[in-house]
Nanobody
Framework: VQLQASGGGLVQAGGSLRLSCSIS??????YAWFRQAPGKEREFLAG????????KYADSVKGRFTISRDSASNTVYLQMNSLKADDAAVYYC????????????????????WGQGTQVTVSS
């Protein structure tokens, strides 16, 4: 099983990026994106459970970021709009085979599989 995150890069403040997480080896039920900036703890951004279609966003990204999945390619995306300097971080995708309850979608200790991270830099 492998999660391969990509799509990071340098973007101007106010711009957009779409991150991809290509998953090989199996299909998972719950997916999420997290990020970690230097000197800070890992932060939940968005999570989605396929069964029931439950989706959760952190307040810091609600209305700007969108998590989605393409079942044909088994790829999870994070569309990021209106990027700010504070959004600069290493972004990680995560997945788990369980149908996590809504309250657990934002808990990084609930995800068994992680991608390697992709760097997002925002210039002001």
């Amino acid at each position: 099983v492998q999660l391969q995150a990509s799509g990071g890069g340098l973007v101007q403040a106010g711009g957009s990026l779409r991150l991809s997480c290509s998953i090989s080896g199996r299909t998972f039920t719950t997916y999420a994106w997290f990020r970690q900036a230097p000197g800070k703890e890992r932060e939940f951004l968005a999570g989605r459970r396929l069964t029931g279609g439950s989706t959760k966003y952190a307040d810091s990204v609600k209305g700007r970021f969108t998590i989605s999945r393409d079942s044909a390619s088994n790829t999870v995306y994070l569309q990021m709009n209106s990027l700010k300097a504070d959004d600069a971080a290493v972004y990680y995708c995560a997945a788990d085979s369980r149908s996590l309850i809504f309250a657990a979608l934002d808990r990084d200790d609930q995800y068994a599989y992680w991608g390697q991270g992709t760097q997002v830099t925002v210039s002001s």
